[in-house]
C-alpha cells in the first residue's frame, strides 16, 4: 500500500530560526514530489515539485531535497518568519497518476 | 485571474439532506478534482475529472456524484447527507494529469448533524 509519512506531526520554533520537515514514502514506481504550505483555513498552496532525477530544489526561503533511493525528503525553513505558521504537506505521486497526501506537518512560528 | 471558487465557504446540513458544492475555474484547466480533509488527516480523492464530461472515482467516492458538463464548473453532489460527511472540501484544478502541480480553492466546511 502507497504510504507518505511525515514528521514530526507538529513544531514549534521561534521566530528567525531554521526547521526541517521530514517527509518517508513507500510509493512506487514514483513519479514526483511535491511540498504544499496550507495556510489555516485556506487551501494548500504548491511550494516544490521534485521529479526522480532532481535532488534539491528551491522556492525562496524554502529549499526541498529527495533521496529517491531511500525514499525520503525533507523541507528546509530558513530565517523563519511569522507567515510560515500554516502546516506543510508532502504529496508523492506514481507514474500510474494517482498521488498519496501525507497528513501534514503543523508549524507554528512564534515571535 | 480568480483561480479556483469554491461556493459556500460554510454550511450546516441535517442528516438526509442534499446540497451541491460548486467549483469554477477560470484557468482552462484540463484537470479537476474534488477533495476531502479530515482533523489532522491527509487530502482524499473523492472524484476527478480529465475534461469536460468526463468524470472518474477517486479513492472515496461513496455519497457523492459529480458532472462536468464544462471546462470551467466541477460541482460535487451529496444527494444524502450522513455525519460522516462532515469535513472541509477542496476542490483543484491542473493543467496536466493527477500527478502534476494542482491549484486549489479556499474550501467549503461542510457540518451535516
Known amino acids: 500500500k502507497n504510504q507518505v509519512e511525515q514528521s514530526p506531526q507538529s513544531l514549534i520554533i521561534l521566530e528567525g530560526k531554521n526547521c526541517t520537515l521530514q517527509c518517508n514514502y513507500t510509493v512506487s514506481p514514483f513519479s514526483n514530489l511535491r511540498w504544499y504550505k496550507q495556510d489555516t483555513g485556506r487551501g494548500p498552496v504548491s511550494l516544490t515539485i521534485?521529479?526522480?532525477?532532481?535532488n534539491t530544489k528551491s522556492n525562496g526561503r524554502y529549499t526541498a531535497t529527495l533521496d529517491a533511493d531511500t525514499k525520503q525528503s525533507s523541507l528546509h525553513i530558513t530565517a523563519s518568519q511569522l507567515s510560515d505558521s500554516a502546516s506543510y504537506i508532502c504529496v508523492v505521486s506514481g507514474n500510474a497518476g494517482k498521488s498519496t497526501f501525507g497528513d501534514g506537518t503543523t508549524l507554528t512560528v512564534k515571535p | 485571474n480568480a483561480g479556483v471558487t469554491q461556493t459556500p465557504k460554510f454550511r450546516i446540513l441535517k442528516i438526509g439532506q442534499s446540497m451541491t458544492l460548486q467549483c469554477t475555474q477560470d484557468?482552462?484547466?484540463?484537470?479537476m478534482y474534488w477533495y476531502r480533509q479530515d482533523p489532522g488527516m491527509g487530502l482524499k480523492l473523492i472524484y476527478y475529472s480529465v475534461g469536460a464530461g468526463i468524470t472518474d472515482k477517486g479513492e472515496v467516492p461513496n455519497g457523492y456524484n459529480v458532472s462536468r458538463s464544462t471546462t470551467e464548473d466541477f460541482p460535487l453532489r451529496l444527494e444524502l447527507a450522513a455525519p460522516s460527511q462532515t469535513s472541509v472540501y477542496f476542490c483543484?484544478?491542473?493543467?496536466?494529469?493527477?500527478?502534476?502541480?494542482?491549484?486549489f480553492g479556499q474550501g467549503t466546511r461542510l457540518t451535516v448533524v
Open positions: 483543484a484544478s491542473s493543467y496536466y494529469g493527477l500527478n502534476t502541480e494542482a491549484f
Open positions: 484557468m482552462n484547466h484540463n484537470y
Open positions: 521534485m521529479t526522480f532525477s532532481e
